[in-house]
């Protein structure tokens, strides 16, 4: 049975295919229901997020691509006067959490028999992309926005992937790559489809693991929602196993500059008013349109938790303040340190931020 449906008809997701949409009502695929998360099924002779290969739903003998994602450090620090452990998710093969979707991703590709597909990124979900496209000899093309960080593209085109860069907004590269997959192409989006999410949960795994305990706060960046949904249902699968008895809070974190579901959720700010798409060093939460938005404010509604926004004058400090810590993040992850400022004393611990993608990524900006 698979684990995804169609968010607005409950279409479960075809068994064979690739439909970045369902087909019957243009909705966005997601989980059908918790992850069936055990304990006694995981496999520690596996590495990294494999070792929770049963919560992954891929039928028997999927060719699995891997290149070791997961097992990330968990590092305690100090910020803003209190304990913070930080998730250095930027150590992921390819340099940021991309990884632990696209390796669920991938393996999918080719147990449907796709060897050619397209995405679309502002960097590292296409870097990610091209790295374990290139693992799996399946041809990749990445459409990204054409000011994209310079070693992004480096990395895409080295991996063997060709890079098509679009001019304008994030937007329109999603708006190009639509068109490839309307001209046949398989379109392999990180951002509407629904298997990543199963990888991503296993972040929630491993914190229960390091830290002896759930987190009570979970911060993290938020584009398109899949990163902090991810957790939020890894941590809910845990919830349904009868493992923890609460889910942690959950903290997303948006640049002011294009800041969609801030907007949506803070009462001070005009609900009518049009989100612009305003340019932001944080790129890879320039995303005007979240995907899996509504799915998300429920999901950080359902935690008691909130969504936060940095002022574009902050992000910069962040980092070299995260660098001054031996962290070396790119500005998308550095958005974290102003919201950690910015959490009520209240907030429940310990308080755990994901810093997801690696400094290597910008050093031209």
Partial sequence: MTLYHCSSCNQPYPESGLPHRCPNCGGVFTLSADI?????????????????????????????TSLGEGGTP???????????YFKLEFLNPS?????????????????????????DSSGNAGASFAAYAARAIVSARVFLPDYASGPKRTQIETYGAKAIPIKGPRSAASEAVIQAAKGGAYYAS??????????????AYELLEQLGQAPGTIVAPVGHGSLLLGVSKGFEALKAAGIINSSPQLVG??????????????AAVSRSKRVEEGKTIAEGVR???????????????SSHGSFL????????????????????????????????????????????ALLTGSGLKNVDK
């Avoid at 069936?36 to 699995?64: C, M």
């Avoid at 974190?253 to 803070?266: E, F, K, L």
């Fill in 253 to 266: 974190v948006q640049a002011r500059a294009c800041a969609p579901i801030w907007a949506r959720t803070t």
């Fill in 190 to 203: 990180h951002a509407l489809l629904p298997f990543g999410l199963v990888g991503i949960a296993t972040i």
């Fill in 36 to 64: 069936p998360y055990s304990e006694e099924s995981i496999d520690r002779n596996q590495p990294g997020i494999w070792a929770y290969q049963h919560t992954f739903g891929l039928g028997k003998g999927v060719p699995i």
């Fill in 74 to 84: 968990l590092i305690q620090s100090i910020a803003s006067d209190r304990q913070i």
């Fill in 287 to 301: 995303v005007s349109k979240p995907v899996r938005a509504d799915e998300l404010i429920k999901a950080v509604a």
């Fill in 309 to 352: 926004a940095v002022d574009e004058g902050n992000i910069l400090s962040g980092r070299n303040a995260l660098a001054q810590m031996g962290f070396y993040v790119e500005p998308t992850s550095a958005i974290v340190w102003d919201a950690i400022k910015q959490l009520p004393n209240e907030s429940p611990g310990p308080v755990v």
């Fill in 95 to 119: 340099g940021s959490y991309k990884d632990r979707a696209t390796t669920i991703l991938v393996s999918e590709l080719l147990a449907r028999g796709v060897s050619s597909a397209v995405e």
